[in-house]
Nanobody, 121 residues
Framework: QVQLVESGGGSVQAGGSLRLSCAAS????????MGWYRQAPGKQRELVAV???????NYADSVKGRFTISRDGAKNTVYLQMNTLNPEDTAVYYC???????????????WGKGTLVTVSS
């Protein structure tokens, strides 16, 4: 089975930076896309950034110019470099990936357990 494990969350002052990592492991044929969602207290979960196998990226308007998503295909790992953080970025960040496996040849969604990012003013 596939697992996504996030790391890199923590607490930081406004204006600071954090780098999140998410490593996929298990019976993986291919990873079509990987990305990050976040859910702030009292808010709905929202897409932060996504990167496809072809390298196409998309970002939420609120993080454009501040966050950068990248991936290492050899390591099945996606990264989210977060710069100029502000308190509005405080949320649980979830890794998400669309992955093809022996049981799901055309892929399905997988989710990490989340990592908390807290930005203080």
């Amino acid at each position: 089975q596939v697992q996504l494990v996030e790391s890199g969350g923590g607490s930081v002052q406004a204006g600071g930076s954090l780098r999140l990592s998410c490593a996929a492991s298990g019976s993986i044929f291919s990873i079509h896309a990987m990305g990050w969602y976040r859910q702030a207290p009292g808010k709905q979960r929202e897409l932060v950034a996504v990167i496809t196998a072809g390298g196409t990226t998309n970002y939420a308007d609120s993080v454009k110019g501040r966050f950068t998503i990248s991936r290492d295909g050899a390591k099945n790992t996606v990264y989210l470099q977060m710069n100029t953080l502000n308190p509005e970025d405080t949320a649980v960040y979830y890794c998400n990936a669309y992955i093809a496996t022996p049981d799901y040849y055309y892929g399905m969604d997988y989710w990490g357990k989340g990592t908390l990012v807290t930005v203080s003013s």
